[in-house]
C-alpha cells in the first residue's frame, strides 16, 4: 500500500458545488500539506499542519478550507467550486526538521470543475 | 524572496543520450536544493539532494552540484532510458522549514527509443 493515499483520484463536479479531497497517510508524520499543480506554476501550497491542533494557510488558500480530523488524516474542501480550481492536487506529508526533510507525496487527484 | 527557474519542456532525448536541465535559483542566506521526479500517474519523489555548497546529490545515474558562485543546481545524466520519461521538479528549502520550500514549475523529459 502506498504510504500516503489520496481519494478520489479523479472527480468532476459542477460549478458552486462542494467537494471533499482526502487525504491519509501511513508514515506516521505530524506535519501533512495540501498542494495543487498547474502546467507553468509547478506546485504551489494551499494549506499546511503540523499537528491536529495546528492549521496554517500557504499562498493560495482563498476557496479552500482543510480539516485535520486524526494525526494521519488531512482534508481539503472546495466550499464552492469554480472553474479556475481545476486542477491536479497533491497531498503530501513530511517528518520534523527543516532543511533536509525529505516530502512523501501522494498520487494526487484530478479535479475538473466544469 | 526565494526563487526557482528551470525549463518547462518538453525536453526529447533519445535513448542514451546525455541529459541536462538547468535549474538556477535566488534564495537569502544557506538554502538547501532537492530534485523531485514525477512519473506519470504518480506523486512526486525525492531524487536527490545537497545541502551545502559544492555538495554533490546522486541518485539513480542522476548527479546535480551545488554551485552557490553559479547559484545553480543542474540536474545531469550521462546515458538516459525510456523509464526516464517523467517530469522533474527543482526544489529550494530555505532555512525557515518545509513549509516554506518553493518548487520550480517542472521539466518534462520524454525519451525516446
Known amino acids: 500500500d502506498a504510504d500516503v493515499t489520496q481519494t478520489p483520484r479523479n472527480r468532476i463536479t459542477k460549478t458552486g458545488k462542494r467537494i471533499m479531497l482526502e487525504c491519509s497517510q501511513t508514515?506516521?508524520?505530524?506535519?501533512m500539506y495540501w498542494y495543487r499543480q498547474d502546467p507553468g506554476l509547478g506546485l504551489r501550497l494551499i494549506y499546511y499542519?503540523?499537528?491536529?491542533?495546528?492549521?496554517n494557510k500557504g499562498e493560495i488558500s482563498d476557496g479552500y478550507s482543510v480539516s485535520r480530523q486524526a494525526q494521519a488524516k488531512f482534508s481539503l474542501s472546495l466550499e464552492s467550486a469554480i472553474p479556475n480550481q481545476t486542477a491536479l492536487y497533491f497531498c503530501?506529508?513530511?517528518?520534523?526538521?527543516?532543511?533536509?526533510?525529505?516530502?512523501?507525496f501522494g498520487q494526487g487527484t484530478r479535479l475538473t470543475v466544469v | 524572496g526565494n526563487s526557482v527557474t528551470q525549463m518547462e519542456g518538453p525536453v526529447t532525448l533519445s535513448e542514451e543520450a546525455f541529459l541536462t536541465i538547468n535549474c538556477t535559483y535566488t534564495?537569502?542566506?544557506?538554502?538547501?536544493l532537492f530534485w523531485y521526479v514525477q512519473y506519470p500517474g504518480e506523486g512526486l519523489q525525492l531524487l536527490l539532494k545537497?545541502?551545502?555548497?559544492?555538495d554533490k546529490g546522486s541518485n539513480k545515474g542522476f548527479e546535480a552540484t551545488y554551485r552557490k558562485e553559479t547559484t545553480s543546481f543542474h540536474l545531469e545524466k550521462g546515458s538516459v532510458q525510456v523509464s526516464d520519461s517523467a517530469v522533474y521538479f527543482c526544489?529550494?528549502?530555505?532555512?525557515?522549514?518545509?513549509?516554506?520550500?518553493?518548487f520550480g514549475i517542472g521539466t518534462k523529459l520524454q525519451v525516446i527509443p
Open positions: 503530501a506529508t513530511s517528518g520534523p526538521g527543516t532543511m533536509n526533510t525529505e516530502a512523501f
Open positions: 508514515k506516521g508524520h505530524d506535519r
Open positions: 499542519s503540523f499537528d491536529v491542533k495546528d492549521i
Open positions: 534564495a537569502t542566506g544557506y538554502p538547501s
Open positions: 545537497a545541502t551545502k555548497a559544492d
Open positions: 526544489a529550494l528549502y530555505p532555512s525557515g522549514g518545509y513549509q516554506k520550500v518553493t
